[in-house]
């Protein structure tokens, strides 16, 4: 079994109006085409995680 990136964030300070919505979609996109061939399938839901950390 190959071993690689277990999961990774990225933090974005100050980002811009509606970045999460951008995100959302766009990592949406990319799930399957970055998905290694052996990897289990997962829903693009529980692949990618976008939140606030703190609020408004």
Do not use: C, Y
């Amino acid at each position: 079994m190959a071993v690689g990136l277990n999961g990774t964030g990225l933090l974005v300070i100050n980002p811009p109006w509606q970045f999460d919505n951008h995100a959302r979609e766009i990592l949406r996109f990319l799930q399957p085409v970055l998905k290694v061939e052996d990897a289990p399938d997962l829903t693009p839901d529980s692949a990618t995680n976008v939140r606030w950390l703190v609020g408004e």
